[in-house]
């Protein structure tokens, strides 16, 4: 009873921002196929678990992509922004170099 009072709770959310619904779909295909094979009493060879490896390996591939994704495209528009400023300097002494002083 007294932990309520010096410790308040705290609910954590955590944001993919690369999550997509493609995830979804294959998160829940892994978490049935999962399901399935415990309910078959976990066997390590046959059909069931071939599905769930291959379920898994889907799932965990496309988590990879998706997080190498949302980094190339950010390593991208940084780059195009570095890319601006590079040439609005470059601009700018130049502009220096060749103005006319009165």
């Known amino acids: 009873m007294m932990r309520n009072y010096t410790f308040p709770d705290a609910v954590i959310?955590?944001?993919?921002?690369w999550w997509s619904e493609e995830l979804t779909i294959l998160?829940?295909?892994a978490v049935e196929t999962d399901r399935a094979w415990?309910?078959?009493?976990r066997p390590r060879f046959g059909p069931i678990f071939d599905k769930r490896q291959r379920s898994?390996?889907?799932y965990?591939?496309?988590?990879?992509?998706c997080q190498n994704r949302s980094t190339l495209v950010y390593t991208n528009d940084l780059h195009d922004?570095?890319?601006?400023?590079?040439?609005?300097?470059?601009?700018?002494?130049?502009?220096?170099?060749f103005s006319v002083s009165e």
């Open 13 to 17: 959310i955590f944001n993919k921002f």
């Open 56 to 58: 898994r390996l889907k």
């Open 38 to 41: 415990k309910a078959a009493r």
């Open 60 to 65: 965990w591939k496309c988590i990879r992509e």
């Open 27 to 29: 998160k829940q295909d």
């Open 81 to 97: 922004a570095l890319l601006y400023v590079k040439m609005e300097l470059s601009l700018e002494m130049l502009a220096c170099k």
